[in-house]
């Protein structure tokens, strides 16, 4: 089946930008998808990228897509305690089911 | 407000009984799903519904059951088939399979 990969856990100061990496497997992928889950709650969406375009901005948030290599990278500029969570990357392809990778821990240090 | 509600936050059963945990959306979503998420792991379907009266199977449906007799309502069991229920179980709909998904709060079943 297709597959969502993250690094497992990101550290960082806070004020400093936080990259989190994702890679995926499907081709056929439409929609990708970023998502933050916060202790004990459920996912709470952060945005995301049509498969056509390479960059999206939202205030702090930049998406970047490189469709050739199947990479997709949430940065977040000045990255507050708050933005401690976890961060899931997600795509939809031809089967119409998202695929979530396992999350990467954002960890900020005052 | 519109949203995705799941009850109880917290659930505790016995081992060998069924349990049923609730989903409700007013979003008027199509679709509807069931995730399961273990610690350090990512979500796995459970079961989806593209609309009323029908489902599929996700990757891990064994020793679980869905009805979906309404658009608001998607409830899960997990029967005592399940031989590890305990873990934290997620609810989401969305307008239609290929659009973004919106998740509930999440219930967190234990078993002993």
């Known amino acids: 089946g297709e597959d969502v990969e993250q690094s497992l856990f990101l550290s960082v100061r806070e004020g400093d930008s936080s990259v989190i990496n994702c890679t995926y497997t499907d081709s056929s992928s439409t929609y990708l998808y970023w998502y933050k889950q916060e202790p004990g709650a459920g996912l709470q969406l952060l945005t995301y990228i049509f498969s056509n375009m390479d960059m999206k901005q939202d205030q702090r948030l930049t998406v970047l897509l490189n469709k050739k290599d199947k990479h997709l990278s949430l940065r977040i500029a000045d990255t507050q305690t708050g933005d401690s969570a976890i961060y899931f990357c997600a795509e939809i392809g031809g089967s119409y089911i998202p695929t979530f990778g396992r999350g990467t821990s954002l960890i900020v240090h005052p | 407000d519109g949203g995705i509600t799941q009850s109880p936050k917290y659930l505790f059963r016995k081992e060998g009984q069924n349990v049923t945990l609730s989903c409700e959306q007013n979003?008027?979503?199509?679709?509807m799903y069931w995730y399961r998420q273990d610690p350090g792991q990512g979500l796995r379907l459970i079961y989806y519904?593209?609309?009323?009266?029908?489902?599929q199977k996700g990757d891990i449906a064994e020793g679980y059951s869905v009805s979906r007799e309404k658009k608001e309502s998607f409830p899960l069991t997990v029967t005592s088939a399940q031989k590890n229920p305990t873990a934290f179980y997620l609810c989401?709909?969305?307008?239609?399979?290929?659009?973004?998904?919106?998740f509930g709060p999440g219930t967190r079943l234990t078993v002993t």
């Open positions: 989401a709909s969305s307008i239609g399979l290929e659009n973004e998904q919106y």
């Open positions: 979003l008027n979503h199509d679709a």
């Open positions: 519904s593209q609309i009323v009266n029908d489902f």
